[in-house]
């Protein structure tokens, strides 16, 4: 800690605020869903033919090439609830299996923008448009990332201060999406396991998974739990962590720094915990990183291509978002220009809004 004291000298706080909560409770609530009207969606297409008849690129999209004079007003209370309240937002009733993929993208990100101020990098090709779908890829292969197979994927965190989904097709069975409070995991990390909530609060080293921005090595280390501002934010990815202890420069994890990893996970899958989503086409899941862990079951797709399960990526970085420590835009992520973090930003590499899964 900067202080200089020992993580194992401070008392461990535990936080009553609107991050704090159960999934229990949020599955019995429709208070985070907001249901888009008729006029709501014309808003959106109106929005969406004023980027075409401009040609205004993806990578360029801001808030004033996408007016939604109505909407927006709307979607300001949603960021709020993302940012400062709860941390996530479901926006259901986008018509995408009536519309093409491009005017699907743009809607999306264009919704992104008035949660935000800009689009971010995703990966080390400068995609500012990701895809979840599965690709036929092997999740045992080290190099393979989970959003391009049908597997499980373990609670994690992404880049930029929200990540957004859209749900363009679901699978034919399983790919539930699962929500987790980072505070209400730290909550119970402090009653079950505080020696494990003590040794979350030390730097754990990252894999960039070759993706490295300028100044940046192929690892970083943070603390997994930082306490900040009234609030505790969390930074987690098991799989990264695991394999940024695999460099030799690296000291290996000990036996209770994997215990700690592996408690946040079995918290964080606790019924009672976590909140699970079934998502319907045209769904737009939006979530604050720092205060909300995302995972995914496993999934079985259709055989047929076009009925296969598709969802569009976007990470947004945003001026209201939750106070953060300085290491997560100084060691982690870099910087935007207003302070926000600023996703993966590979010198050289152009941004692009990719239409193929494969891209």
């Given at each position: 800690?900067s202080?200089?004291?020992?993580?194992?000298?401070?008392?461990?706080p535990?936080?009553?605020?609107?991050?704090a909560?159960?999934g229990?409770?949020?599955?019995?609530?429709?208070?985070w869903?907001?249901?888009?009207?008729?006029?709501?969606?014309?808003?959106?297409?109106?929005?969406?033919?004023?980027?075409?008849r401009?040609?205004?690129?993806?990578?360029?999209?801001?808030?004033e090439?996408?007016?939604l004079?109505?909407?927006?007003?709307?979607?300001?209370?949603?960021?709020?609830?993302?940012?400062?309240?709860?941390?996530?937002a479901?926006?259901r009733?986008?018509?995408?299996?009536?519309?093409?993929?491009?005017?699907?993208?743009?809607a999306?990100?264009?919704v992104?923008t008035?949660?935000g101020?800009?689009?971010?990098s995703?990966?080390?090709?400068?995609?500012?448009?990701g895809h979840?779908?599965?690709?036929g890829?092997?999740?045992?292969?080290?190099?393979?990332?989970?959003?391009?197979?049908?597997?499980?994927?373990k609670?994690?965190?992404?880049?930029?201060?929200?990540?957004?989904l859209l749900?363009?097709?679901?699978?034919r069975t399983?790919?539930?999406?699962?929500l987790?409070?980072?505070?209400?995991?730290?909550?119970?990390?402090?009653r079950r396991?505080?020696?494990?909530?003590?040794?979350?609060?030390?730097?754990?080293?990252?894999?960039?998974?070759?993706?490295?921005?300028k100044?940046?090595?192929?690892?970083?280390?943070?603390?997994?739990?930082q306490?900040?501002?009234?609030?505790?934010?969390?930074?987690?990815?098991?799989?990264?962590?695991?394999?940024g202890?695999?460099?030799?420069?690296?000291?290996p994890?000990?036996?209770?720094e994997?215990?700690?990893?592996a408690?946040v996970n079995?918290?964080?899958?606790?019924?009672a915990?976590?909140?699970?989503?079934?998502?319907?086409?045209?769904?737009?899941?939006f979530?604050?990183?720092?205060?909300?862990l995302?995972?995914?079951?496993?999934?079985?797709?259709?055989p047929?291509?076009?009925?296969?399960?598709h969802?569009?990526?976007?990470?947004?970085s945003s001026?209201?978002?939750?106070?953060?420590p300085?290491?997560?835009?100084?060691?982690?992520?870099?910087?935007?220009?207003y302070?926000?973090?600023?996703?993966?930003?590979?010198?050289?590499?152009?941004?692009?809004?990719?239409?193929?899964p494969?891209?």
């Amino acid at each position: 800690m900067s202080s200089g004291i020992s993580v194992h000298e401070i008392e461990l706080p535990t936080y009553n605020n609107e991050q704090a909560w159960f999934g229990r409770d949020m599955a019995n609530s429709s208070e985070w869903i907001y249901e888009l009207t008729s006029d709501d969606v014309r808003e959106l297409d109106d929005a969406v033919a004023n980027v075409r008849r401009n040609a205004i690129g993806l990578t360029d999209l801001k808030r004033e090439d996408f007016p939604l004079p109505a909407l927006g007003a709307k979607l300001a209370e949603i960021r709020r609830d993302v940012l400062s309240g709860r941390g996530f937002a479901l926006v259901r009733g986008w018509p995408s299996q009536q519309r093409t993929i491009e005017q699907s993208a743009t809607a999306f990100l264009g919704v992104g923008t008035h949660l935000g101020e800009d689009l971010l990098s995703q990966n080390g090709r400068g995609h500012v448009l990701g895809h979840v779908a599965n690709l036929g890829e092997d999740y045992t292969d080290p190099s393979t990332r989970g959003h391009r197979t049908s597997a499980e994927l373990k609670f994690h965190a992404d880049g930029g201060d929200i990540v957004g989904l859209l749900c363009i097709q679901r699978s034919r069975t399983g790919g539930l999406s699962r929500l987790s409070s980072s505070t209400t995991i730290w909550n119970e990390l402090v009653r079950r396991r505080p020696d494990c909530a003590r040794l979350l609060m030390e730097p754990y080293t990252w894999t960039r998974w070759g993706e490295i921005g300028k100044g940046q090595g192929p690892h970083f280390s943070i603390p997994v739990f930082q306490h900040v501002d009234g609030h505790v934010i969390c930074i987690f990815s098991a799989s990264a962590i695991e394999k940024g202890h695999s460099f030799e420069d690296v000291k290996p994890l000990s036996a209770e720094e994997k215990d700690a990893l592996a408690m946040v996970n079995e918290v964080a899958s606790d019924p009672a915990v976590c909140l699970d989503m079934d998502f319907q086409p045209g769904d737009m899941q939006f979530l604050c990183n720092f205060f909300i862990l995302h995972s995914r079951s496993s999934y079985e797709d259709w055989p047929e291509r076009e009925r296969r399960r598709h969802l569009l990526r976007a990470w947004v970085s945003s001026s209201e978002g939750p106070t953060l420590p300085d290491n997560v835009t100084r060691i982690m992520q870099g910087s935007t220009p207003y302070g926000r973090p600023n996703g993966t930003a590979v010198p050289g590499v152009p941004r692009t809004a990719p239409m193929d899964p494969a891209g």
